[in-house]
């Protein structure tokens, strides 16, 4: 199971323990915000997208947050086309409803994150399980998620 995979990932750290896992599904932003008593902003989603010489992209964005075709572009040099669910799970190792940029070793995904999360202290991202997440500064999701850099792609409901 892939949650696995992330807590084999976090005992290099001495996090595993942090794990959250629900009895309930946490497969969507809603769901997860309900599952760990937060409003839904705080929700980490991962979304993928082709990068065209091959690999994905992974951003870790606010759950209200959407992409922005025109600052993706700007920031990436190509228009975003997301990743088809077998793709996800191909690149990732994590299904749709619980991926995350946790304890992937390929070189072929890039993770950013979206500066979207840090209007917040925490944030709740998913642990490679459709009924997990862990809760992280936006520090720690920076440095566990090995991101490379913090982007702002993203627009919030209120720039809509």
Not at 21 to 45: M, N
Not at 126 to 150: H, P, Q, R, V
Request: proline share 3%; charged share 30%; net charge negative.
């Amino acid at each position: 199971m892939a949650i696995e995979k992330v807590r084999e990932y976090f005992k290099q750290f001495g996090i595993e323990d942090r794990i959250m896992e629900f009895d309930v599904s946490s497969a969507t932003v809603e769901l997860a915000a309900e599952a760990v008593g937060a409003e839904p902003a705080r929700i980490c989603k991962t979304l993928s997208f082709y990068k065209p010489e091959g690999g994905c992209i992974l951003i870790q964005t606010a759950g209200d947050g959407k992409v922005n075709n025109g600052k993706f572009k700007r920031t990436f040099g190509f228009k975003p086309k997301m990743l088809s669910a077998d793709d996800v799970l191909a690149y990732t190792g994590h299904a749709i409803g619980g991926v995350c940029a946790f304890g992937i070793e390929s070189e072929e995904v890039d993770v950013y994150a979206d500066v979207s999360m840090q209007r917040f202290e925490t944030v709740f991202p998913a642990c490679g399980s459709s009924n997990s997440a862990i809760e992280f500064t936006c520090e720690e999701l920076a440095k566990y998620s090995n991101s490379k850099d913090w982007v702002d792609v993203c627009k919030l409901p209120e720039e809509e």
